[in-house]
Structures are given as structure tokens and as C-alpha cells.
């Protein structure tokens, strides 16, 4: 299977530095619209401002739908401190530490970007001491500190920064001479770039899906309602594209391609689950099944908005979900190949 390892790859950097805060999605929404298009794929939006990109197969009457995706964690400015430090709401989940001390951008009502960082209100232990300087993350000492010339509100509310706008996280996008792949919003960024590598693959070797197959592109998973009922209603099967938590308990590896059995809101089909199992040893595709403690995906999303489908989900395994992210290149390419092999079965 001749895929282009290279470009996944460079579609994933693409896509993560343009920044995709559940809400604030519409940018990198438009940039995937081009790319499909320039695929050969028919596009659409959604009233709710996701996208979905068809490719033909050789059925029509009964259709496929993979979904990846577009929204990220991030934050929301909550709060305009008398010294000219931002309180902030996160989107979506994560641990207040995980992205202390990140570098990071306000992005106001007009699109410009103020940078900054993220701090600890009690960061200098030479002022506050260690205890306070080990004392808890959440959110009241955990803050937005602006790299301009500031000292009051008023200075900030001059910068055009006001409650609501958003903040966003320097992605820090890395891949090692080993093959690891290190970034914040590798979830669900490396899936956005998989479907991409996938649609290139028929494409370029003028093939046929077995089935039409819809690429969904959500904009609020992470808020917990990425799909609704704009998923294609010729859609038998739905399989939705996201990371595989990796550590203690759970079977999932950052070399293989996960198949999610059960997550925090549902078991998944049981018989869709077997086929992609099927398919990954039939394949020789490296691939493990896991069962998820805090974890939903597009599918059980759908599944509990009223979804009437079968449903699976899988994705590459990564290593500290929601906070600074790792996965390996192997991971992506089995995840691609049993895209490919399902999209291609009967």
C-alpha cells in the first residue's frame, strides 16, 4: 500500500498551527474544504458549521461515514484582573497543569493575536515561597499573563482583549528521528490529516470505495455533541477517527491502530467492532482492542443524540491524552491501512 507517510505528516503540522478551539473552528473548517476539494470530494457545511466531504463508491444506496474531529482543547477568557492577568475557562478537559508555563495567543473579537503565556499566580517561589509554589492547579490561580506593556485592566481592555476571546496553545509540533510524533491536539489533528492521506490514496490509484463514503469533519467534540442529525442518512455504518489513551490498564500501544469496545458513554456495535478486527488480522495490520475509563468519541456521541447506525470507533494510540501528546508514525499508518481495508470491504 503506497501511502505518503511524508505528507500525512505535513498536513498533520498544517492543520495544527491553525488554531481550532471548540467555537473558534471555522478557519481550519475552510482550509479542510479546499483540500477536498482539490481531492476530487464533493463538499457541504452543516447549519452547525461542520463539513462533509463525500467520496463516490461503487453503492450508493448504502453509504459509509467517517468522521474526524476539528475542534481542540483550549481556553476562553473568563475574567480581566485589576493587574492586567486574564482568569480563563478551559474548553474541553485536561488537568489546569497541563499547560503551565505554554506559550500561547489571545485572539480577540477582530482575529488579532495577542501573545502570552499560561502562569501559576504563584509561580515565583523566591516571592511566595515553596509551599505556595506547590500548592494546586485550577481556576482561580492558574492565568493568562499578557507579553505586552500592562498593568491594569483598562491596559488590557486597550489591546481589544475582552471576556470571551479566545486562547490558544503553541502546539509545539515535533517529530524525532525515531519516528515519535510530540504535540499538543494531536487529538484530533492527526485524524484530520489521515482522512486527508486516505482520500489521496483512492485518488491517486483511481479506486473506487466498495460503499460512498462521507468524511465528517465536527467542530465540537470535545463539548460533548460533535455529531447530530446532519449525519448523512444513507449511513449504515459510522466509524469515527480519534487517539487511544496509552498507559496503566489499558492495551493500547503508540505503534498500533486501537478499536475502542467500550468508552465512558457506551459499548460500541459489537459486530462492527469484529469486522475491523477482522479486517486488521486478515491484513496483518498491527491493532489492539480497549476499553476506555473518560473517554467519548463522535460515534457515542451520535449514538446518545439519536444516531440510528452501527458504530465503532478507533484511532493511532497516544501517550498523555489531553495534555502533551505522543504517538508514533507506525500508529498513523496501521490506522490508515484499516481505513483503507474497511472502505474497501463488502
Same mark, same amino acid.
Given at each position: 500500500?503506497?501511502?505518503?507517510?511524508?505528507?500525512t505528516l505535513?498536513?498533520?503540522?498544517?492543520?495544527?498551527?491553525?488554531?481550532?478551539p471548540?467555537?473558534y473552528? %471555522?478557519n481550519?473548517? #475552510?482550509?479542510a *474544504?479546499? &483540500?477536498f476539494?482539490?481531492? !476530487?470530494l464533493? /463538499?457541504h457545511?452543516?447549519?452547525?458549521g461542520?463539513?462533509?466531504?463525500?467520496?463516490?463508491?461503487?453503492?450508493d444506496?448504502?453509504q459509509l461515514?467517517i468522521?474526524?474531529h476539528?475542534?481542540?482543547?483550549?481556553?476562553?477568557?473568563k475574567?480581566?484582573l485589576?493587574?492586567?492577568?486574564?482568569?480563563?475557562h478551559k474548553?474541553?478537559?485536561?488537568?489546569?497543569?497541563?499547560?503551565?508555563?505554554e506559550n500561547?495567543?489571545?485572539?480577540?473579537n477582530?482575529?488579532?493575536?495577542i501573545?502570552g503565556s499560561?502562569?501559576?499566580?504563584?509561580?515565583?517561589?523566591?516571592?511566595?515561597?515553596?509551599?505556595?509554589a506547590?500548592?494546586e492547579?485550577?481556576?482561580?490561580?492558574?492565568?493568562?499573563? %499578557?507579553?505586552?506593556? #500592562?498593568?491594569? *485592566?483598562? &491596559?488590557?481592555?486597550k489591546l !481589544?482583549?475582552? /471576556?470571551?476571546?479566545?486562547?490558544?496553545m503553541?502546539?509545539?509540533?515535533?517529530?524525532?528521528?525515531?519516528?515519535?510524533?510530540?504535540?499538543?491536539y494531536?487529538d484530533d489533528?492527526?485524524?484530520?490529516?489521515?482522512?486527508?492521506?486516505i482520500?489521496r490514496?483512492?485518488?491517486?490509484?483511481?479506486?473506487?470505495?466498495?460503499?460512498?463514503?462521507n468524511?465528517?469533519i465536527s467542530?465540537?467534540?470535545e463539548?460533548g455533541?460533535?455529531?447530530?442529525?446532519?449525519?448523512?442518512?444513507k449511513?449504515k455504518?459510522l466509524?469515527?477517527i480519534?487517539?487511544?489513551?496509552?498507559?496503566?490498564?489499558?492495551?493500547s500501544?503508540?505503534y498500533?491502530?486501537?478499536?475502542?469496545?467500550k468508552d465512558r458513554?457506551?459499548?460500541?456495535?459489537?459486530?462492527?467492532?469484529?469486522?475491523l478486527?477482522q479486517?486488521?488480522?486478515?491484513?496483518?495490520?498491527?491493532?489492539?482492542?480497549?476499553?476506555?475509563?473518560?473517554?467519548s468519541?463522535?460515534?457515542t456521541q451520535?449514538?446518545l443524540?439519536?444516531?440510528?447506525?452501527?458504530?465503532?470507533c478507533?484511532?493511532?494510540?497516544?501517550?498523555?491524552?489531553h495534555?502533551y501528546?505522543?504517538?508514533?508514525?507506525?500508529?498513523?499508518?496501521?490506522?490508515?491501512?484499516l481505513?483503507i481495508k474497511?472502505?474497501l470491504?463488502?
Open positions: 500500500m503506497n501511502l505518503d507517510l511524508v505528507n505535513e498536513m498533520m503540522k498544517k492543520y495544527l498551527n491553525i488554531p481550532s471548540g467555537g473552528t %471555522l481550519a473548517i #475552510i482550509e *474544504k479546499k &483540500d476539494e482539490a481531492l !476530487g464533493s /463538499v457545511f452543516t447549519k452547525k461542520a463539513l462533509i466531504a463525500t467520496l463516490r463508491g461503487e453503492i444506496d448504502e461515514t468522521s474526524a476539528m475542534d481542540t482543547l483550549g481556553a476562553m477568557v475574567e480581566i485589576p493587574n492586567g492577568y486574564l482568569r480563563y474548553i474541553g478537559g485536561g488537568a489546569w497543569a497541563s499547560i503551565e508555563g500561547c495567543y489571545v485572539i480577540n477582530k482575529g488579532e493575536k501573545r499560561i502562569t501559576f499566580k504563584y509561580a515565583a517561589s523566591h516571592i511566595y515561597g515553596q509551599e505556595k506547590n500548592s492547579r485550577n481556576e482561580n490561580t492558574m492565568l493568562v499573563r %499578557l507579553d505586552e506593556k #500592562i498593568s491594569s *485592566k483598562e &491596559d488590557v481592555l !481589544g482583549i475582552n /471576556v470571551g476571546d479566545f486562547v490558544v503553541d502546539p509545539r509540533f515535533e517529530v524525532t528521528p525515531s519516528g515519535f510524533i510530540k504535540s499538543r494531536i489533528k492527526s485524524a484530520i490529516a489521515m482522512v486527508l492521506e482520500c490514496y483512492f485518488k491517486d490509484n483511481n479506486i473506487m470505495p466498495k460503499y460512498t463514503t468524511f465528517y467542530n465540537f467534540e463539548m455533541h460533535g455529531l447530530s442529525s446532519a449525519i448523512p442518512e449511513t455504518e466509524v469515527a480519534d487517539i487511544a489513551p496509552v498507559g496503566e490498564a489499558q492495551t500501544s503508540e498500533s491502530v486501537s478499536i475502542a469496545a458513554k457506551s459499548v460500541y456495535d459489537f459486530y462492527l467492532r469484529n469486522k478486527v479486517i486488521a488480522e486478515n491484513s496483518g495490520i498491527d491493532y489492539a482492542v480497549d476499553v476506555f475509563n473518560s473517554y468519541s463522535d460515534a451520535a449514538i443524540w439519536g444516531a440510528d447506525l452501527k458504530f465503532a478507533l484511532g493511532p494510540g497516544v501517550s498523555a491524552t495534555h501528546e505522543r504517538t508514533h508514525i507506525t500508529a498513523l499508518e496501521n490506522t490508515i491501512k481505513l474497511y472502505m470491504a463488502k
